[in-house]
């Protein structure tokens, strides 16, 4: 560039700014953070049904899945699920022959497996916290009225379990955005990588890292105006003290 | 495809064939001691910046729960941005941004960087960083726990006649510190688990040096086993001595029955 560049002009949009680039990181780290909270949740039930269980392995296995997680830091855990899992998990999906020879996992596919299988860890406790929270005389009603197991989940255990789990749910939502910024280690192109690329290019760190700060900071304070709406909408029906 | 592209991809080839074999021996002979030499410098980031971290809480909390708004609004300012922002962009923030800044400092026309040359080193800005870092989580968990003391004891205090500093700095902060135990042994395991972070910016803690155990070796399964081999550790250790601490600080409060007091007095 011939003229020295303002700061606000490197934002712009298209080849001369870093606008869209960042832009496109925020939608990756959103579409990183629903995906694994998603994979994350599905983990989660699955674990705090094992801790509840009557099995004592389904017990060991989810004690030792969340004892683990949890004693793990999350980088390590990303680079160990993406250098060690993904490979194994290939190998696996070819030799049931659900996937052939030459299948590759994205980054993004190995950023949502990584996170989600991190979030699965510290959503099995909020969740089964928040089971446990149900009281007990309600699942026995709803034996007593002859519900299948699934049909009282349905309807009892989870709406329920929802509305206790929300607080503990939202803030792991908090982190899990947070923590999505951990997945540019391993390549996927979203805002701390955009920044990381943009501030290299044009040796703008404190401005580049900057933005990419605020836009994380935006990115909280929007979920936690949306995670007091939930939380309230969820609590419409119950009296407060 | 360009003879570049040719001897990357074999390199890639090669670097995926023999990591595929996942081999015991090098793990404990050559990986673990590599680690375990590791270890002080990711102990040395967790109580630097811990016991700094905690000592800056104490004021940010004091600012949040103050009337006076100029006090207030920077220490409230201060943990959102701490706590809505993801430490790794904080650490890059500080090493990249701060690098940047002292780059461009002269002192008689030498740089910076040549006439402090500890500069260099990555080390201090991850403890700079996870030390504001932990300020602000610290901070916030201090602010619920300030809070939570009984108001009946600031009362007893002044009864006493004591100053509000001399209530502050014996009745005030340590039945706020005891509130906050638990929620602080959390934040201490925590820490250690974000003390990884330092490898990023070139530090060569637990993590950092099984990366570099894998760019030297090309192997990355013995490196990353041995580093989470270490933080389950540590982090198992830690746990237990801080809830040791924790029973410690709390024996005055154990209830009689689950203390030693009961046989003796059955006895006697």
Known sequence: MDAEPSLIGLLAWGDKGWGDELARGLALTVQISICSYFVGFLLGLAGAGAKLSQHRWANVAGDLYT?????????????LIYYAGTPALVKLLVFTGMASEDLQISPFAAAVIALGFIYGAYLTDVLRGAIQAIPKGQIEAARAYGMHAPLRFRRIVFPQMIRFAIPGMGNQWLNITKDSALISVIGAFEIAKQANIAASGTKEYLFFYSVAALIFLCLTIVSMIVLTRIEKRANRGVSRA | MTIDQCTALSDTLLQMEQAARFSPCFLIVEVMPRLIWAIPVSLLLMVVSGAIGNLLAVPVAVARIHPNPLLWI??????????GTPLIIQIYLIYYGLGQVFGDIRIDGKRLMQVLPFLKDGIWYAIFALSINTAGYSGEILRGALMAVPHGEVEAGRAFGMSRWLIFRRVTLPRAIRICLPAMSTETVLLLKATSLASLVTVYEVLGTGRYIIQQ?????????????IYILMVFLLTRILNRLERRLNRDRERPVSSGAMPQAAKA
Not at chain 1, 67 to 79: H, K, S, Y
Request: avoid cysteine; hydrophobic fraction near 60%; glycine fraction near 2%.
């Open chain 2, 74 to 83: 920077p220490s409230y300012l201060f943990i959102l941005l701490m706590r």
């Open chain 2, 217 to 229: 070796s090309l192997r990355t399964y013995e490196a990353l086993v041995g580093a989470a081999i």
């Open chain 1, 67 to 79: 004892t683990l997680i949890r004693a793990l830091p999350e980088l390590l855990l990303i680079l």
